[in-house]
Nanobody, 116 residues
Framework: QVQLAESGGGLVQPGGSLRLSCAAS????????LNWYRQAPGKARELVAT????????NYADSVKGRFTISRDNAKNTVYLQMDSLESEDTAMYFC?????????WGQGTQVTVSS
């Protein structure tokens, strides 16, 4: 079965950096686009970044452009989100996501808190 497991969240000061990882299993990782979403308390879940199957194309929400970088290692079945210049508004639960054969799958999420 499809499984996604996020890690790497934590507490960081404004201006700091974190690198999130999402380890995937149960599907042919290398042929699917992967996404990172986030959800802050009281807010809707929002798409943060997308990467195509080969990693050649990426897209970002306007709020994170120039600060976040999505990447993937198809040999390790892992997708990453490098987050730099973090702001308090980036505080949220971060989820990775994939559509496989018409069904959406989510990990359990990893909490990112940006606070001094």
């Amino acid at each position: 079965q499809v499984q996604l497991a996020e890690s790497g969240g934590g507490l960081v000061q404004p201006g700091g950096s974190l690198r999130l990882s999402c380890a995937a299993s149960g599907f042919t990782f290398s042929i699917y686009a992967l996404n990172w979403y986030r959800q802050a308390p009281g807010k809707a879940r929002e798409l943060v970044a997308t990467i195509t199957s080969g990693g050649g194309n990426t897209n970002y929400a306007d709020s994170v452009k120039g600060r976040f970088t999505i990447s993937r290692d198809n040999a390790k079945n892992t997708v990453y989100l490098q987050m730099d210049s973090l702001e308090s508004e980036d505080t949220a639960m971060y989820f990775c996501n994939v559509w496989v054969r018409g069904q959406r799958y989510w990990g359990q999420g990893t909490q990112v808190t940006v606070s001094s």
